[in-house]
């Protein structure tokens, strides 16, 4: 079993900044990719972005190209992403998930997710 546990969730205003983070324990050895999906009230979980075990690959979904960035830090075994220019779109609950699929981008192909952390922009 893999257990995520996301903190750094907040209200900010449009244009701040946050930055998330996503501690995992347990079994983690296969689960090479890790990514953050999130969620608004009345729509389906959205990719956000994911990075490979070696941080060799990262890639992001459209809309939030060039405001986040996704890291990992295998040692303390923690994934983050910090959120800069943030706009009221990107409100929404942030779940981590761990997986073994290399560019899997789809919610089904993760196999472990947290409980999630409320991110709210105001404008």
């Known amino acids: 079993q893999v257990q995520l546990v996301e903190s750094g969730g907040g209200l900010v205003q449009a244009g701040g900044s946050l930055r998330l983070s996503c501690a995992a324990s347990?079994?983690?050895?296969?689960?090479?990719?890790m990514a953050w999906f999130r969620q608004a009230p009345g729509k389906e979980r959205e990719f956000v972005a994911a990075i490979s075990r070696s941080s060799s690959f990262t890639y992001y979904t459209d809309s939030v190209k060039g405001r986040f960035t996704i890291s990992r830090a295998n040692a303390e075994n923690t994934v983050y992403v910090q959120m800069n220019n943030l706009k009221p779109e990107d409100t929404a609950v942030y779940f981590c998930?761990?997986?073994?699929?290399?560019?899997?981008?789809?919610?089904?192909?993760?196999?472990?997710w947290g409980q999630g952390t409320q991110v709210t922009v105001s404008s």
């Open positions: 998930a761990a997986g073994s699929m290399i560019y899997a981008r789809a919610p089904g192909e993760f196999d472990y």
């Open positions: 347990g079994r983690t050895a296969g689960r090479s990719t």
